[in-house]
């Protein structure tokens, strides 16, 4: 989705996907010219993956941005790993790089390859909220008293408030850049 941003990592839209979206139909609707185009999604069908279509359909957004006059591309990364360290805060898995420098993730691996830059952690980036009942079906677990909850492929804590009859899942994923135009 295309929306205004000015290069700084501190304008990024508060929410990342979420926020970002609720900003492009905002500035939209209020006639803002977007200059920059924001990747909310970008999967590959499981029976397929490892034959570098991510890749490509990353590179293909990209060129698309530039052809429509866009400066910038940014993405909320959901990083493929975080899940199997949900209580690390996103600050410092953002910092976990392997020996060749790269980062240890595979996914955010595959967008600094394209040329992306980690720009930082995207806060409630998808807030999910439901009952505790919901929760429950949803996850496959029971919630028997009020408490933070490592749910099955969760980046984050669930919060689960029995007196409220509320779970609240707020997910942090990563924002990156990548360049306008493929590099070589």
Not at 127 to 140: F, H, I, L, Q, Y
Request: hydrophobic share 40%.
């Amino acid at each position: 989705m295309a929306l205004s941003w000015d290069g700084e990592t501190s304008a990024l839209p508060c929410g990342g996907y979420d926020g970002a979206l609720v900003a492009a139909v905002t500035e939209h609707e209020s006639g803002v010219v977007p200059d920059s185009l924001c990747v909310v999604a970008a999967t590959v069908r499981a029976d397929r993956t490892g034959g570098g279509l991510a890749g490509k359909v990353l590179t293909a957004l990209r060129e698309r941005a530039a052809d429509d006059g866009l400066l910038r591309v940014i993405v909320p990364v959901r990083p493929t790993l975080k899940a199997t360290y949900p209580v690390t805060s996103m600050e410092d898995f953002q910092r976990w790089s392997r020996a060749d420098g790269l980062h240890l993730d595979p996914w955010i691996r595959t967008h600094q390859r394209l040329g992306a830059t980690i720009l930082g952690p995207a806060p409630r980036s998808m807030v999910v909220t439901g009952s505790v009942a919901e929760w429950e079906r949803w996850t496959g677990m029971a919630f028997p008293q009020s408490g933070r909850y490592v749910v099955a492929g969760g980046l984050d804590l669930v919060a689960i408030d029995r007196e409220r009859d509320q779970g609240v899942y707020e997910e942090t994923n990563l924002w990156m850049r990548h360049p306008v135009r493929a590099t070589s």
